[in-house]
């Protein structure tokens, strides 16, 4: 089984600041990464796939790099409407989901 | 618009058994693959179980396997997931979700709203 770590757990941010988590896989899985965000209460929305292309209709502060079994996600100038939890999934093997990295106010 | 909405979730005790389904609209239901993602409260999100379009194949995690069984109806445009020997851990918000057309792999694209399973005596 591929096993996906995201760090860190928490990240504590004010409007406007750079965020970046990471995302490990146990072994490759070449750029097959999708990124979500979700809010209590709500369904997952993805945000990006193939590691680095961006879903329709999500904003471009949002972005993502890496391929093999390092990847990141990068939100720039971080919004009100951002604090959410954030889950990286390899869709290689399977699917796998990171353990989610909470975005909160500062 | 393509909606998912799931029901059937309900409070089991440990051992009993319960089927969820996932009503699909607004796009062809037998051309797309379609899976049960679960977050237990508090938790991450974990892939429960996938089925092919046409239903040829089925696909589970280990931690249900043996015990819950995917299956869908495609001229119901229905997606269903029997859960049987039931323990505390499986207790869960379920979702449903799909992919985008024709992609392969494939990451989960569109979702329901959930539907919540608590096991418990």
Same mark, same amino acid.
């Given at each position: 089984?591929?096993?996906?770590?995201?760090?860190?757990?928490?990240?504590s941010a004010s409007v406007g600041d750079?965020v970046?988590?990471?995302?490990?896989?146990?072994?490759?899985?070449?750029?097959?990464?999708?990124?979500?965000q979700?809010k209590?209460?709500?369904?997952?929305?993805?945000?990006?796939?193939?590691?680095?292309?961006?879903?329709?209709?999500?904003p471009?502060r949002?972005?993502?790099?890496?391929?093999?079994?390092?990847?990141?996600?990068?939100i720039s100038n971080l919004q009100p409407d951002d604090f959410a939890?954030?889950?990286?999934?390899?869709?290689?093997?399977?699917?796998?989901?990171?353990?989610?990295?909470?975005v909160e106010i500062k | 618009?393509?909606?998912?909405?799931?029901?059937?979730?309900?409070?089991?005790? &440990? *051992?009993?058994? $319960?089927?969820?389904?996932?009503?699909? /609209? %607004?796009?062809?239901?037998?051309? +797309?693959?379609?899976?049960? #993602?679960?977050?237990? &409260? *508090?938790?991450? $999100?974990?892939?429960?179980?996938?089925? /092919? %379009?046409?239903?040829?194949?089925? +696909?589970?995690?280990?931690? #249900?396997?043996?015990?819950?069984?995917?299956?869908?109806?495609?001229?119901?445009?229905?997606?269903?997931?029997?859960?049987?020997?039931?323990?505390?851990?499986?207790?869960?918000?379920?979702?449903?979700?799909?992919?985008?057309?024709?992609?392969?792999?494939?990451?989960?694209?569109?979702?329901?709203?959930?539907?919540?399973?608590?096991?418990?005596?």
């Amino acid at each position: 089984d591929i096993q996906m770590t995201q760090s860190p757990s928490i990240v504590s941010a004010s409007v406007g600041d750079r965020v970046t988590i990471t995302c490990r896989a146990s072994q490759t899985i070449n750029s097959w990464l999708a990124w979500y965000q979700q809010k209590p209460g709500k369904a997952p929305k993805v945000l990006i796939y193939d590691a680095s292309k961006l879903e329709s209709g999500v904003p471009s502060r949002f972005s993502g790099g890496g391929s093999g079994t390092e990847f990141t996600l990068t939100i720039s100038n971080l919004q009100p409407d951002d604090f959410a939890t954030y889950s990286c999934q390899q869709y290689y093997i399977y699917w796998t989901f990171g353990q989610g990295t909470k975005v909160e106010i500062k | 618009e393509i909606q998912l909405l799931e029901s059937g979730g309900g409070l089991v005790q &440990p *051992g009993g058994s $319960l089927r969820l389904s996932c009503a699909g /609209s %607004g796009f062809t239901f037998r051309s +797309y693959p379609m899976s049960w #993602v679960r977050q237990a &409260p *508090g938790k991450g $999100l974990e892939w429960v179980a996938g089925i /092919s %379009g046409s239903a040829g194949s089925t +696909y589970y995690a280990d931690s #249900v396997k043996g015990r819950f069984t995917v299956s869908r109806d495609n001229s119901e445009n229905t997606l269903y997931l029997l859960m049987n020997s039931l323990r505390a851990e499986d207790t869960a918000l379920y979702y449903c979700a799909i992919p985008p057309y024709n992609k392969s792999p494939y990451y989960f694209q569109q979702w329901g709203q959930g539907t919540l399973l608590t096991v418990s005596s």
